[in-house]
């Protein structure tokens, strides 16, 4: 599965050198590409700063912030109210994001020093657990009605329902949303051979998932009449000869149609489907190489596909190319 930006949004610095005059300084200030990722230690909305591993880093207003499923209106968001389950080792409850994991990408000015943001991402911390259905009674296609219960390798499942991370609909492998009224696993009958997959983070009870997804022949299709793609990774590498765009995601049915891809009212390109090997889905994967006439990675894209779209965040990769001071 892919994550909008778990673990791997960041700036790759190749090839980065700065040139000194003996005995001088440049004239002018330069700015550096930077990235971060580690815990998150403060945030302070009314000063636009936020500490990482102990660097402080100023998030101008209007800078975009991220969580797994949401786009957040600003740096308040990130503290304030708790997220269910998680304490400190005293047992009071943390402050929103704080004590997660942030990723922030910005520039470093080489004069002053200060760290300045371009963009944020932030989770509660990069658990995942991968493996067995091992029990299951569900009610409601999402499994969450009165009496419904999902375990995963014997973890309790539990949505988050927070608006700065809810999670979606459940979904297969594919990333369709599927329907789990009526899946029914006894742990005392053994492995179900069902696999399921989660993301978000354990609270010593409790799995709180953003995302959880199931096999693709474990649950019927929440909207199996109607065409649906999905985007499972989207990666773009900006050069100084264009930009460089990978995107792959999914189909049904799988009828060799289509997918455009776009973003806002610039289009990429377009490509077939192919099928997976499993009737009703097809798979695309989509690349621009090095394409002069695009010269900026966007933040994110849109498939489009037999009238149905999906939307994903672009891990983005940036080679600078730095003038001599």
């Given at each position: 599965?892919?994550r909008?930006?778990s673990?791997?949004?960041?700036?790759?610095l190749?090839g980065?050198a700065l040139?000194?005059l003996?005995g001088?300084?440049?004239v002018?200030?330069?700015?550096?590409?930077?990235s971060?990722?580690?815990?998150?230690s403060?945030v302070a909305?009314?000063?636009?700063?936020?500490?990482?591993?102990?660097?402080?880093v100023?998030?101008p207003p209007?800078?975009?912030?991220?969580?797994p499923?949401?786009e957040?209106t600003g740096?308040s968001?990130?503290v304030?109210?708790?997220?269910p389950g998680?304490v400190d080792a005293?047992?009071?409850p943390?402050?929103?994001?704080?004590?997660?994991?942030?990723?922030?990408?910005g520039?470093?000015n080489d004069?002053?020093g200060?760290?300045v943001?371009?963009?944020v991402?932030a989770?509660?911390?990069?658990?995942?657990t991968?493996?067995?259905i091992t029990?299951?009674?569900?009610?409601t296609p999402?499994?969450?009605?009165?009496g419904?219960?999902?375990r995963?390798n014997?973890?309790?499942?539990?949505?988050l329902?927070?608006?700065?991370i809810?999670a979606g609909p459940v979904?297969?492998?594919f990333g369709?949303?599927?329907?789990?009224?009526?899946?029914?696993?006894?742990?005392l009958?053994?492995?179900s051979?069902?696999?399921?997959?989660?993301?978000?983070?354990?609270?010593g009870?409790?799995f709180?998932?953003f995302?959880?997804s199931v096999?693709a022949g474990?649950?019927p299709?929440?909207?199996?009449?109607?065409?649906?793609?999905?985007?499972?990774?989207?990666?773009?590498r900006q050069r100084a000869?264009?930009?460089?765009l990978?995107?792959?995601?999914?189909?049904?049915p799988?009828n060799?149609?289509?997918?455009?891809?776009?973003n806002?009212?610039?289009?990429?390109?377009t490509?077939?489907?192919?099928?997976?090997?499993?009737?009703g889905?097809?798979?695309?994967t989509?690349d621009l190489?090095?394409?002069?006439?695009?010269?900026v990675?966007?933040?994110n894209?849109?498939?489009?596909f037999?009238?149905?779209?999906?939307?994903?965040?672009?891990n983005?990769?940036?080679?600078?190319?730095?003038?001599?001071p």
């Amino acid at each position: 599965m892919s994550r909008q930006v778990s673990g791997t949004r960041g700036i790759t610095l190749a090839g980065l050198a700065l040139t000194f005059l003996a005995g001088t300084m440049p004239v002018a200030a330069q700015t550096v590409p930077f990235s971060l990722e580690g815990p998150l230690s403060s945030v302070a909305p009314n000063q636009n700063l936020m500490v990482v591993m102990k660097a402080r880093v100023t998030v101008p207003p209007g800078t975009p912030i991220t969580t797994p499923t949401r786009e957040l209106t600003g740096l308040s968001d990130l503290v304030g109210k708790p997220l269910p389950g998680r304490v400190d080792a005293l047992g009071a409850p943390i402050p929103g994001f704080l004590k997660g994991t942030a990723i922030i990408n910005g520039t470093i000015n080489d004069l002053t020093g200060e760290l300045v943001a371009t963009d944020v991402f932030a989770e509660p911390a990069e658990n995942v657990t991968i493996g067995t259905i091992t029990q299951a009674n569900c009610t409601t296609p999402r499994c969450i009605g009165p009496g419904s219960i999902i375990r995963i390798n014997g973890t309790l499942m539990r949505p988050l329902g927070d608006p700065r991370i809810a999670a979606g609909p459940v979904t297969n492998e594919f990333g369709f949303p599927v329907d789990l009224t009526g899946l029914v696993v006894n742990p005392l009958l053994g492995p179900s051979g069902i696999t399921g997959e989660a993301e978000g983070y354990f609270d010593g009870l409790v799995f709180r998932y953003f995302l959880l997804s199931v096999g693709a022949g474990a649950a019927p299709l929440l909207n199996a009449n109607v065409a649906e793609v999905s985007v499972t990774r989207a990666q773009c590498r900006q050069r100084a000869g264009g930009i460089e765009l990978s995107v792959l995601g999914n189909t049904h049915p799988d009828n060799g149609g289509l997918v455009t891809i776009t973003n806002g009212g610039t289009t990429f390109g377009t490509v077939n489907t192919i099928t997976t090997g499993i009737v009703g889905f097809g798979t695309y994967t989509f690349d621009l190489g090095g394409n002069p006439s695009f010269a900026v990675c966007p933040a994110n894209v849109t498939a489009e596909f037999g009238g149905a779209t999906a939307s994903s965040a672009v891990n983005i990769i940036i080679d600078p190319v730095l003038a001599a001071p």
